[in-house]
Protein backbone atom coordinates (compact mmCIF):
# COMPACT_ATOMS: atom_id res chain seq x y z
CA UNK A 1 0.00 0.00 0.00
CA UNK A 2 1.01 3.74 -0.22
CA UNK A 3 0.63 6.47 2.09
CA UNK A 4 -1.74 8.56 3.15
CA UNK A 5 -1.02 11.98 0.83
CA UNK A 6 -2.82 15.50 1.45
CA UNK A 7 -5.58 14.55 -1.62
CA UNK A 8 -6.82 11.93 0.44
CA UNK A 9 -7.23 14.42 3.39
CA UNK A 10 -8.99 16.87 1.05
CA UNK A 11 -11.33 13.90 0.16
CA UNK A 12 -12.06 13.17 3.72
CA UNK A 13 -13.43 16.25 4.66
CA UNK A 14 -15.47 16.42 1.62
CA UNK A 15 -17.01 12.87 2.36
CA UNK A 16 -17.31 14.54 6.03
CA UNK A 17 -15.14 12.09 7.30
CA UNK A 18 -13.48 12.73 10.76
CA UNK A 19 -9.95 11.35 11.13
CA UNK A 20 -7.24 11.49 14.23
CA UNK A 21 -3.53 12.50 14.01
CA UNK A 22 -1.25 11.99 16.59
CA UNK A 23 2.84 13.26 17.59
CA UNK A 24 5.06 10.48 17.07
CA UNK A 25 8.99 10.91 17.70
CA UNK A 26 10.79 7.77 17.28
CA UNK A 27 10.58 5.35 14.39
CA UNK A 28 9.09 2.74 17.63
CA UNK A 29 6.87 4.42 18.76
CA UNK A 30 5.48 5.90 14.92
CA UNK A 31 5.18 1.63 13.82
CA UNK A 32 2.93 1.43 16.56
CA UNK A 33 0.53 4.15 15.52
CA UNK A 34 1.40 3.43 11.72
CA UNK A 35 -0.15 -0.09 12.60
CA UNK A 36 -3.30 1.05 14.20
CA UNK A 37 -4.52 2.99 11.22
CA UNK A 38 -3.43 6.47 12.53
CA UNK A 39 -3.70 8.30 9.01
CA UNK A 40 -1.51 11.49 10.14
CA UNK A 41 1.91 11.39 12.35
CA UNK A 42 3.27 15.21 13.42
CA UNK A 43 6.69 14.99 14.36
CA UNK A 44 5.95 17.90 16.59
CA UNK A 45 8.41 20.42 17.75
CA UNK A 46 6.44 19.49 20.90
CA UNK A 47 9.43 16.30 21.01
CA UNK A 48 11.36 19.27 22.77
CA UNK A 49 9.08 18.88 26.00
CA UNK A 50 8.05 15.50 25.58
CA UNK A 51 11.02 13.85 24.22
CA UNK A 52 14.53 15.42 24.59
CA UNK A 53 13.44 17.24 28.21
CA UNK A 54 13.70 21.10 27.32
CA UNK A 55 11.36 23.15 29.05
CA UNK A 56 9.07 23.98 26.52
CA UNK A 57 9.26 24.36 22.05
CA UNK A 58 11.85 27.12 21.63
CA UNK A 59 15.45 25.29 22.14
CA UNK A 60 15.11 22.68 19.74
CA UNK A 61 16.64 22.91 16.28
CA UNK A 62 16.09 21.72 12.77
CA UNK A 63 18.94 19.17 13.24
CA UNK A 64 17.05 17.67 15.99
CA UNK A 65 13.68 17.05 14.33
CA UNK A 66 15.15 16.26 10.76
CA UNK A 67 16.89 13.46 13.33
CA UNK A 68 13.48 12.30 14.64
CA UNK A 69 11.16 12.68 11.60
CA UNK A 70 14.15 10.53 9.49
CA UNK A 71 13.09 7.66 12.09
CA UNK A 72 9.61 8.05 12.29
CA UNK A 73 9.71 7.97 8.30
CA UNK A 74 12.10 4.78 8.93
CA UNK A 75 9.66 3.04 11.38
CA UNK A 76 6.07 3.33 9.01
CA UNK A 77 4.72 2.58 5.71
CA UNK A 78 1.40 4.23 5.35
CA UNK A 79 0.89 7.56 7.53
CA UNK A 80 1.44 11.06 6.01
CA UNK A 81 4.83 12.17 8.54
CA UNK A 82 3.75 16.07 8.81
CA UNK A 83 7.54 17.82 10.36
CA UNK A 84 7.37 20.85 12.56
CA UNK A 85 9.55 23.23 11.41
CA UNK A 86 11.17 24.80 14.85
CA UNK A 87 11.11 28.05 16.31
CA UNK A 88 13.61 30.40 14.51
CA UNK A 89 13.81 27.99 10.88
CA UNK A 90 11.14 29.84 8.79
CA UNK A 91 10.03 33.65 10.12
CA UNK A 92 12.77 35.13 9.14
CA UNK A 93 11.38 35.00 5.27
CA UNK A 94 9.95 32.96 2.23
CA UNK A 95 13.56 32.21 1.71
CA UNK A 96 14.60 30.71 4.90
CA UNK A 97 11.37 28.95 5.35
CA UNK A 98 12.13 27.28 1.67
CA UNK A 99 15.54 26.28 2.57
CA UNK A 100 14.01 24.57 6.18
CA UNK A 101 11.35 22.82 4.63
CA UNK A 102 12.97 21.59 1.89
CA UNK A 103 15.83 20.10 4.12
CA UNK A 104 12.54 18.12 5.77
CA UNK A 105 11.34 16.86 2.54
CA UNK A 106 15.26 15.38 1.20
CA UNK A 107 17.01 14.29 4.41
CA UNK A 108 13.99 13.32 6.38
CA UNK A 109 11.82 12.11 3.80
CA UNK A 110 8.75 13.90 5.79
CA UNK A 111 5.68 14.28 3.42
CA UNK A 112 4.70 17.58 4.42
CA UNK A 113 6.03 20.37 7.26
CA UNK A 114 3.93 22.07 9.58
CA UNK A 115 4.50 26.05 11.05
CA UNK A 116 2.67 28.67 12.94
CA UNK A 117 1.07 31.89 12.69
CA UNK A 118 -1.69 33.67 10.64
CA UNK A 119 -1.39 35.89 7.82
CA UNK A 120 2.36 36.71 8.75
CA UNK A 121 3.54 33.21 7.65
CA UNK A 122 1.53 33.48 4.47
CA UNK A 123 4.49 34.42 2.30
CA UNK A 124 6.37 31.49 3.63
CA UNK A 125 3.39 28.91 3.20
CA UNK A 126 2.91 30.77 -0.59
CA UNK A 127 6.56 29.80 -1.24
CA UNK A 128 6.66 26.21 0.24
CA UNK A 129 3.56 25.40 -1.96
CA UNK A 130 4.95 26.22 -4.93
CA UNK A 131 7.82 24.78 -4.35
CA UNK A 132 6.21 21.23 -4.18
CA UNK A 133 5.76 21.23 -0.44
CA UNK A 134 2.20 20.66 1.19
CA UNK A 135 2.23 22.82 4.17
CA UNK A 136 -0.17 22.44 7.86
CA UNK A 137 -1.00 25.46 9.13
CA UNK A 138 -1.43 26.16 12.46
CA UNK A 139 -3.32 29.10 14.13
CA UNK A 140 -4.89 29.56 18.08
CA UNK A 141 -1.92 29.28 20.61
CA UNK A 142 1.05 29.02 19.15
CA UNK A 143 3.42 27.32 21.36
CA UNK A 144 6.64 29.05 19.95
CA UNK A 145 5.06 32.17 20.58
CA UNK A 146 5.12 31.60 24.13
CA UNK A 147 7.05 34.63 25.62
CA UNK A 148 5.13 37.06 23.75
CA UNK A 149 1.44 35.28 24.82
CA UNK A 150 2.45 35.09 28.48
CA UNK A 151 1.63 31.43 28.79
CA UNK A 152 -0.46 28.99 27.23
CA UNK A 153 -3.84 30.43 27.27
CA UNK A 154 -7.33 29.95 25.05
CA UNK A 155 -7.32 32.51 22.08
CA UNK A 156 -9.85 33.80 20.22
CA UNK A 157 -12.24 35.04 22.58
CA UNK A 158 -14.01 37.71 22.46
CA UNK A 159 -15.91 38.94 19.07
CA UNK A 160 -12.37 40.61 17.54
CA UNK A 161 -10.18 38.02 18.45
CA UNK A 162 -12.38 35.66 16.75
CA UNK A 163 -12.35 37.75 13.81
CA UNK A 164 -8.85 37.81 13.66
CA UNK A 165 -8.36 34.27 13.69
CA UNK A 166 -11.09 33.42 10.83
CA UNK A 167 -9.35 35.75 8.92
CA UNK A 168 -5.97 34.47 9.47
CA UNK A 169 -7.28 31.21 8.61
CA UNK A 170 -9.00 32.19 5.63
CA UNK A 171 -5.43 33.81 4.28
CA UNK A 172 -3.64 30.66 5.22
CA UNK A 173 -6.01 28.57 3.24
CA UNK A 174 -5.68 30.82 0.16
CA UNK A 175 -2.41 30.74 0.46
CA UNK A 176 -2.23 27.05 0.09
CA UNK A 177 -2.33 25.13 3.33
CA UNK A 178 -3.26 22.32 2.99
CA UNK A 179 -4.86 22.04 6.61
CA UNK A 180 -5.16 23.93 9.58
CA UNK A 181 -4.29 23.51 13.22
CA UNK A 182 -6.58 25.18 15.42
CA UNK A 183 -4.75 25.20 19.39
CA UNK A 184 -6.74 26.15 22.66
CA UNK A 185 -9.71 28.04 21.18
CA UNK A 186 -13.54 27.81 22.00
CA UNK A 187 -14.98 25.35 20.75
CA UNK A 188 -18.02 27.88 18.57
CA UNK A 189 -14.99 29.32 17.42
CA UNK A 190 -13.51 26.04 16.32
CA UNK A 191 -16.90 24.93 14.28
CA UNK A 192 -17.05 28.41 12.49
CA UNK A 193 -13.62 27.91 10.97
CA UNK A 194 -14.40 24.47 10.04
CA UNK A 195 -17.75 25.53 8.51
CA UNK A 196 -16.18 28.52 6.77
CA UNK A 197 -12.91 26.55 5.17
CA UNK A 198 -12.51 23.88 2.18
CA UNK A 199 -9.25 22.58 3.91
CA UNK A 200 -9.66 20.36 6.72
CA UNK A 201 -9.39 21.93 10.55
CA UNK A 202 -7.56 19.63 13.09
CA UNK A 203 -8.27 20.13 16.74
CA UNK A 204 -6.35 20.19 19.98
CA UNK A 205 -8.40 21.78 22.78
CA UNK A 206 -10.60 23.26 20.36
CA UNK A 207 -13.91 20.87 20.53
CA UNK A 208 -15.78 18.87 18.76
CA UNK A 209 -16.29 20.68 15.58
CA UNK A 210 -13.31 20.19 13.60
CA UNK A 211 -12.73 17.84 10.94
CA UNK A 212 -9.55 16.04 12.66
CA UNK A 213 -8.46 15.47 15.86
CA UNK A 214 -4.56 15.98 17.10
CA UNK A 215 -3.22 15.09 20.66
CA UNK A 216 0.54 14.63 21.87
CA UNK A 217 1.02 10.98 22.10
CA UNK A 218 2.58 11.04 25.71
CA UNK A 219 -0.72 12.85 26.84
CA UNK A 220 -2.89 10.27 25.22
CA UNK A 221 -1.18 7.25 26.28
CA UNK A 222 -0.35 8.45 29.96
CA UNK A 223 3.49 8.96 29.68
CA UNK A 224 3.86 12.38 30.50
CA UNK A 225 5.08 13.29 33.65
CA UNK A 226 3.04 15.49 36.12
CA UNK A 227 -0.35 16.91 34.84
CA UNK A 228 -2.16 16.89 31.18
CA UNK A 229 -3.45 19.30 29.65
CA UNK A 230 -7.13 18.89 30.56
CA UNK A 231 -8.58 18.75 26.76
CA UNK A 232 -5.99 15.62 26.44
CA UNK A 233 -8.17 12.49 27.35
CA UNK A 234 -5.82 9.63 29.37
CA UNK A 235 -6.29 6.28 26.78
CA UNK A 236 -3.99 4.61 28.80
CA UNK A 237 -1.67 4.28 32.05
CA UNK A 238 1.42 3.63 30.09
CA UNK A 239 3.69 5.85 32.48
CA UNK A 240 2.54 3.13 35.55
CA UNK A 241 2.70 -0.03 33.25
CA UNK A 242 6.01 1.09 32.41
CA UNK A 243 7.22 1.76 35.92
CA UNK A 244 5.89 -0.93 37.30
CA UNK A 245 7.65 -3.59 34.85
CA UNK A 246 11.05 -1.62 35.39
CA UNK A 247 10.28 -1.81 38.98
CA UNK A 248 9.49 -6.10 38.88
CA UNK A 249 12.60 -6.61 36.61
CA UNK A 250 14.59 -4.47 39.82
CA UNK A 251 13.24 -6.74 42.25
CA UNK A 252 13.80 -9.91 40.46
CA UNK A 253 17.45 -9.13 39.68
CA UNK A 254 18.17 -8.41 43.25
CA UNK A 255 16.10 -11.39 44.68
CA UNK A 256 17.92 -13.21 41.70
CA UNK A 257 14.67 -14.79 40.16
CA UNK A 258 16.13 -13.81 36.95
CA UNK A 259 17.58 -14.81 34.82
CA UNK A 260 15.43 -18.43 35.32
CA UNK A 261 16.62 -21.36 33.67
CA UNK A 262 14.80 -20.65 30.78
CA UNK A 263 16.79 -17.33 29.97
CA UNK A 264 20.15 -18.81 30.46
CA UNK A 265 22.41 -20.46 27.97
CA UNK A 266 24.32 -24.31 28.67
O1 LIG B 1 4.13 20.10 18.27
C1 LIG B 1 2.98 19.64 18.40
O2 LIG B 1 2.76 18.60 19.03
C2 LIG B 1 1.88 20.35 17.75
C3 LIG B 1 0.51 19.78 17.87
C4 LIG B 1 -0.01 19.92 19.24
C5 LIG B 1 -0.42 20.35 16.87
O3 LIG B 1 2.11 21.36 17.14
NA1 LIG C 1 4.18 22.19 17.34
Do not use: C
Amino acid sequence: GRRVTVRDLALAKRRGERWPMLTAYDALTAGVFDEAGIPVLLVGDSAADNHLGYPNTVPVTVDELITLTAAVVRGTKRSLIVADMPFGSYQASATQALATGTRFLKEAGAGAVKLEGGRRVVPQVEALVQAGIPVMAHVGLTPQSVNVLGGYRVQGRGDEEAERLLADAKSLEAAGAFAVVLELVPGELATRVTELLNIPTIGIGAGPGTDAQVLVWTDMAGMTAGQAPRFAKKYADMRAVLGDAARAYAADVVSGAFPAPEHTFH
